[in-house]
């Protein structure tokens, strides 16, 4: 069974930073694409960053290049995203989610999401 468990999200002050893991599970993460996604109640849900599965391609949205960084660790099954700088936009819900090789705006599995609260 295919599983995503996000954690580390919390509350953090402005130009504070947090590190989001997803634990991947019921699958071989090796040839999975992980994507971070966000969403704010009322708003749609925005792509923040994704890493192929195939190739390792690195892909950020415009509003987190720079500050955020994802990572993969295949042997432990679980892709990071380092967030460093945040600001009260970047308060969300927080999912991954996971398609085979390649990211798309359509994953196939999702993680139930994880608060982050930027706030002082």
């Known amino acids: 069974q295919v599983q995503l468990v996000e954690s580390g999200g919390g509350l953090v002050q402005p130009g504070g930073s947090l590190r989001l893991s997803c634990a991947a599970s019921?699958?071989?993460?090796?040839?999975?694409?992980i994507g971070w996604f966000r969403q704010v109640p009322g708003k749609e849900r925005e792509g923040v960053s994704c890493i192929n599965g195939r190739d390792g391609t690195r892909y950020y949205s415009d509003s987190v290049k720079g500050r955020f960084t994802i990572s993969r660790d295949n042997a432990k099954s679980t892709v990071d995203l380092q967030m460093n700088d945040l600001a009260p936009e970047d308060t969300a819900v927080y999912s991954c989610?996971?398609?085979?090789?390649?990211?798309?705006?359509?994953?196939?599995?999702w993680g139930q999401g994880i608060q982050v609260i930027v706030s002082s």
């Open positions: 019921g699958f071989t993460l090796d040839y999975y694409a």
């Open positions: 989610a996971a398609d085979i090789y390649y990211c798309s705006a359509a994953m196939d599995y």
